[in-house]
């Protein structure tokens, strides 16, 4: 965490870890209640659509760029024989950050949309489905969220330029769109689950990987 931590400004801090998730969680709940008068899950699936995107744009003030081959911003890394596990440890801490994040924003937004429900006298939930199921329909935004997030963050880091975090960002609300016609196999939700925890483990490794190979690199340019 304290490796982490040295890459952050405390306005990154103010808007990642705070105004973020306020902000996902109350537009999710004020499109559920004009919707559906909350009784539906409008609001996961728009915390969960949103949230690729936002974590995408917000990387560029983090690691944004680092892929690049004449990216500059961590020359300093070089001076220590440390620099290269301190960057390691952050990247790792980042992805753990993403999926905490989506993990409490999805399960945030249901317990809130519930107990508005609940407050209004009305019925909650996907219908007639019981709450096993909808933990695994509210672990699939969870998972489907974070891969996808961390798939856009992998392939914006090869720009420096916040448009290209954008365009990226565009795209993973498409795949967002895309990914929630899975829910008409809510039968097999749980082994949905289980292939996006695989491929979402992959992406990460991914992910760290290119991002270290691409520093080590920079030593011999």
Same mark, same amino acid.
């Given at each position: 965490?304290?490796?982490?931590? =040295?890459?952050? %400004?405390?306005?990154?801090?103010?808007?990642?870890?705070?105004?973020?998730?306020?902000?996902?969680?109350?537009?999710?709940?004020? =499109?559920?209640?004009?919707?559906? !008068? @909350?009784? @539906? /899950?409008?609001?996961?699936?728009?915390?969960? =659509?949103?949230?690729?995107? =936002?974590?995408?744009?917000?990387?560029?003030?983090?690691? !944004? &760029?680092?892929?690049?081959?004449? %990216?500059?911003?961590?020359?300093?890394?070089?001076? %220590? @024989?440390?620099?290269?596990?301190?960057?390691?440890? /952050?990247?790792?801490?980042?992805?753990?950050?993403? *999926?905490?994040?989506?993990?409490?924003?999805?399960?945030?937004?249901?317990?809130? &949309?519930?107990?508005?429900?609940?407050?209004?006298?009305?019925?909650?939930?996907?219908?007639?489905?019981?709450? &096993?199921?909808?933990?695994?329909?509210?672990?699939?935004?969870?998972?489907?969220?974070?891969?996808? $997030?961390?798939?856009?963050?992998?392939? $914006?880091? *090869?720009?420096?330029? #916040?448009?290209?975090?954008?365009?990226?960002?565009?795209?993973?609300?498409? +795949?967002?769109?895309? &990914? #929630?016609?899975?829910?008409?196999?809510?039968?097999?939700?749980?082994?949905?689950?289980?292939?996006?925890?695989? *491929?979402?483990? #992959?992406?990460? /490794?991914?992910?760290?990987?290119?991002?270290?190979?691409? +520093?080590?690199? %920079?030593?011999?340019?």
């Amino acid at each position: 965490m304290k490796s982490y931590l =040295v890459f952050t %400004s405390a306005w990154y801090r103010l808007a990642v870890f705070l105004l973020m998730p306020i902000a996902l969680i109350g537009l999710g709940l004020w =499109v559920e209640r004009m919707l559906w !008068g @909350g009784r @539906g /899950a409008t609001g996961v699936i728009v915390a969960a =659509v949103l949230l690729p995107m =936002v974590e995408i744009v917000s990387d560029n003030w983090l690691f !944004g &760029g680092i892929q690049t081959k004449d %990216s500059m911003r961590l020359e300093y890394l070089k001076t %220590s @024989g440390r620099g290269m596990d301190i960057l390691r440890a /952050a990247l790792w801490m980042d992805l753990l950050r993403k *999926f905490l994040a989506a993990l409490g924003i999805m399960a945030l937004c249901r317990l809130a &949309g519930t107990w508005m429900a609940m407050a209004e006298g009305t019925d909650y939930g996907f219908d007639i489905m019981d709450w &096993g199921l909808e933990a695994g329909i509210l672990l699939y935004f969870t998972l489907l969220s974070y891969f996808v $997030s961390t798939l856009g963050t992998f392939l $914006s880091r *090869f720009g420096d330029m #916040l448009w290209m975090n954008l365009l990226v960002g565009y795209g993973a609300v498409f +795949v967002m769109l895309f &990914g #929630l016609a899975l829910l008409n196999l809510a039968d097999i939700i749980f082994i949905i689950d289980i292939i996006c925890a695989v *491929f979402g483990i #992959l992406i990460s /490794a991914v992910t760290v990987r290119a991002a270290t190979k691409r +520093v080590e690199r %920079s030593y011999y340019d």
